[in-house]
């Protein structure tokens, strides 16, 4: 089976190719945009025209999911099939989802669910993976770079920096006000858009009118304002929020190592390390620290953040809040922890901090189900084959 992989720069790439190199499948990779970020539409248009002209393909693959990819595709009758990783991802709302080569994998059942109908039938939900094999590898060879016995940690962006909310241009008293409460009952509900139900057509047109270069995509008739403005703009406002207010509760009782780009000046007691690098650094902190807290992004409804899974992959103890799907994999308190509110989450550091071989005992049981069920390869398997049969009762179809 021959692969084309266009690649953009996701840290999941890596092991995809290590997954399909396993199952035997020959790839090839196309990867202009790792290097140009702003490549236009029609760019790479030409660039898998080439590609797809140069030689025969079985499959086009992708992280996320590329409508310039799928168009491509969609006119040499290749099949294109991209997982997501991400939440939100916007170009899911493009008219090209709904072309017939598309296989197109969500992680989040949220965001199938809401995407599926567009094109019955070829979008189905896969849930993330890791390495663990990689992680041990990097772990075992760079053990003695990291100090024994890091107390809670976490690795990601606070999104204070990257907050398109907070450009929001002098909002009316109402709007802000309006704003306010949809923000603090959606910080309470996991699993649940409810600012897209409770956003109103007059206040979507105010906060349009007061929100510079809104953003608007130009093929997208399937995303409506108020998902953007849930999503987009909200969605990483509560996000950033939450993150904030737990770090400086955490940093006031703990020691609290943050390894991210985001600004911390205003978090006293906490420890900014700054960026660790994933492929080399990360697996080291996950397995080096005595809690790993996971506090998912609001535009991930219901699925699993692939940092629960690193971590996992890792034999690293995680501490997350509760995500809808996290008992489809995962026993609470056996392979996992999870927390219910910030008063929870505090009393389990207290208790995980001084129980500890109780945390690596939980660690190991999560390696282990990942191990067994859940790397990277076991979900390239499941997507080949899910494709596979997609297509059989497709020209079986055509030929009824």
Known sequence: ?????????????????????????????????????HLMPSKIVQIVNEALLAKHYDLVFSINFFPAVSDVCNIFHIPYAGWTVDAPVMELYSQSVTNTCN????????QYEEIAPLNPG??????????????QDVIQKNDAQVEAGLGISFIGSLYTEKCAFDKLDHPPLYLQGFLDGL???????????????LLT?????????????????????????????????????????????????????????????????????????????TLSEMPLIFHKSAINLNITSKPIRSGIPLRIWDILACRGFVLTNFQLEIPDY???????????????????????????????????????????HHTYRHRMEQLLQTVLKARQQSHRKEVL
Not at 103 to 110: E, G, N, P, S
Request: charged residues 20%; hydrophobic residues 40%; proline residues 5%.
């Open 103 to 110: 296989y197109l994998f969500l992680f989040d059942k949220c």
């Open 330 to 372: 995962f026993t609470i308190g056996e392979s996992i922890a999870v927390y219910e509110n910030e008063e929870d989450l505090m009393e389990q550091c207290r208790y995980y901090l001084a129980h500890q071989t109780r945390a690596k005992e939980i660690a190991e049981n999560g390696f282990l189900l990942v191990s067994k």
């Open 183 to 197: 923000i603090d009952v959606q910080q309470k509900i996991n699993g649940t858009d409810m600012i897209k139900e």
């Open 122 to 135: 070829h979008i189905f939900y896969l849930p993330l993976a890791s390495d663990p094999n990689f992680m």
């Open 201 to 277: 057509q007059p206040m979507i047109d105010l906060f349009k009118a007061h929100m510079p270069n809104f953003y608007a995509p130009l093929d997208a008739p399937y995303l409506t304002d108020a998902a953007i403005i849930s999503q987009y703009y909200i969605g990483n406002k509560i996000s950033s929020l939450e993150r904030v207010r737990i770090m400086k509760r955490l940093s006031s009782a703990f020691s609290l190592d943050i390894y991210t780009g985001s600004d911390t000046t205003d978090i006293p007691g906490i420890h900014n390390r700054g960026l660790a690098k």
């Open 1 to 37: 089976m021959r692969v084309l992989f266009y690649r953009y720069g996701s840290i999941c790439e890596p092991f995809i190719l290590s997954a399909f190199a396993e199952l035997g499948i020959e790839v090839t990779q196309c990867s202009p945009e790792m290097t140009d970020k």
